[in-house]
């Protein structure tokens, strides 16, 4: 009687353990796949990370395409701006001050936290509140992630609960025609 009461408490532990949201955290190698639809097309992209004391760089590999996307210190603290760059006209690309890549500023995902809303792109996104549309799972684990909705279109985002790099996982409804999933997070 006493291993079956032991046997049921370790599962009921496990089911809690394996069932919790977790939060995709990005460190040098960091190694984030993609699916990306790009107006009407699929491929898939890899961004490998390296940090510097400076900025982060975001190593894009995509159909032959290879380029290095650095985003500025300056940027990652406050942005406003999401660069939809696709990486083929430079091997190496300086986004503007106030542009991220694949992720929105710590100053923007302060005013989510804050405010339920944050604006990017002189658009104002608003934190959705509906918990059954929140869900992103990422190799059978559940992301601890915020569902955000565009006010002016039907744009979509699910962005990770982590101030130091509040990754956008998945973008859906992009009138650009741009969208992506995150689907695999791998360490170098």
């Known amino acids: 009687m006493k291993n079956m009461i032991l046997t049921v408490l370790l599962c009921g ?3 809690m353990v394996t069932a919790q949201d977790f939060a995709p955290t990005i460190k040098n190698n960091t190694v984030l796949h ?13 961004l490998t990370s390296e940090i510097t004391t400076d900025a982060l760089v975001l190593k894009l ?9 650095v985003t500025k210190s300056e940027a990652l603290k406050n942005g ?16 503007k001050p106030n542009e991220t890549f694949f992720m929105i500023s710590q100053a923007a995902y ?3 936290v804050k405010n ?9 996104y608003v934190l959705d509140q509906n918990s059954d549309k929140n869900n992103v799972v990422i190799e ?16 979509e985002m699910w962005i990770v609960k982590n101030p130091e790099f509040p990754l956008i996982c998945k973008i ?14 791998a360490d170098k």
């Open 140 to 155: 059978g684990k559940s992301v601890d992630a915020m569902h955000v909705i565009a006010q002016i279109d039907e744009t």
């Open 61 to 69: 590999d995509t159909r032959g395409v290879n380029s290095s996307i």
């Open 80 to 95: 406003n701006a999401l660069s939809y760059n696709q990486g083929e006209f430079s091997p190496v690309l300086n986004l």
């Open 172 to 185: 859906t409804k992009n009138p650009l025609g741009i969208n992506w999933t995150l689907v695999k997070i």
């Open 116 to 124: 339920n809303k944050f604006s990017y792109n002189n658009t104002t």
């Open 110 to 112: 302060q005013d989510l």
């Open 13 to 15: 532990i496990f089911q």
């Open 34 to 46: 993609y699916i990306c639809k790009l107006h009407g097309q699929t491929r898939t992209l890899t």
